[in-house]
């Protein structure tokens, strides 16, 4: 009876020590690619960021480097424009200097989808990286977000085409979505650009023009970035970037420094 009673006690005892799982050993996480394996949330931001136990982690998104020659030409050279990551020091700065080297900053507007990608962030020109963190930039590029020019890689590519090839050859910045303050048009070669949101208010406070000149590019402001029309519509000092999306559209319509109408249409 006793030996039984043994027996049993030993397997039972066995048994307890079997059945308890071993302790799981928690990931080490110290890239961006390392949470998302670990099955983190990813903020689809520009570039893409994931969070794990209170730390974020910033998708390397450097593809090119400054200084790349683009093809075909012996003296152009690519500037790819720099990417900065606001650290908690700089964020958290109370006075920034009043020097002027403006920088596009990521903003966080508080949209979250079901479905990826998500226009997650604004993309805002700030006088310098320091006023961008201090201001509740995530992170920043070098340069106005006017001069910078946002490719959209993610989709189905118009057919023998590479955006992300297009983006790096030119020094662009790809992304899987317009920032949510900007609009999406495309070209005639198939790729898809982002350009500022310019609405009918901000339109209507452009200086009407008779001709153009060094510091004026007339052209007649018939529609919005998203397409809608404007009434009885005026010739503009407009930005270059808006002009450049008129020429897929409808057409440019612009008068030179004489005065003299030309029309362009891609």
């Not at 400054?66 to 424009?81: R, Y």
């Amino acid at each position: 009876m006793k030996l039984a009673l043994i027996i049993l006690t030993i397997f039972a005892v066995v048994f307890t020590a079997c059945s308890q799982s071993a302790p799981v050993e928690k990931p080490v996480i110290s890239t961006f690619d390392d949470c998302v394996l670990a099955g983190n949330p990813v903020m689809e931001s520009y570039p893409r960021q994931c969070s794990a136990d209170g730390q974020t982690f910033v998708e390397d998104i450097n593809n090119i480097s400054d200084g790349d020659i683009l093809p075909g030409s012996d003296d152009q050279i690519v500037l790819k424009p720099e990417f900065h990551v606001c650290s908690e020091q700089e964020k958290d700065a109370q006075a920034c200097t009043m020097e002027y080297f403006p920088v596009c900053g990521l903003v966080d507007n508080g949209i979250r989808c079901i479905k990826a990608p998500c226009p997650s962030v604004d993309a805002k020109t700030y006088g310098n990286g320091c006023s961008a963190c201090s201001s509740g930039a995530m992170n920043y590029y070098s340069g106005s977000c006017e001069e910078i020019s946002f490719v959209v890689c993610s989709g189905e590519p118009a057919k023998g085409f590479d955006p992300v090839k297009f983006a790096n050859d030119t020094g662009g910045i790809c992304v899987d979505i317009c920032p949510n303050n900007f609009d999406e048009y495309m070209t005639q070669i198939g790729v898809k650009l982002c350009i500022p949101r310019y609405d009918k208010e901000i339109i209507s406070s452009w200086d009407v023009c008779t001709k153009s000149s060094d510091s004026c590019n007339c052209v007649k402001a018939y529609e919005t970035t998203g397409s809608e029309p404007i009434d009885n519509p005026q010739y503009r000092c407009v930005p270059d970037d808006y002009s450049s999306r008129l020429i897929f559209r409808s057409g440019l319509d612009r008068l030179d420094e004489k005065g003299d109408q030309s029309v362009m249409i891609a």
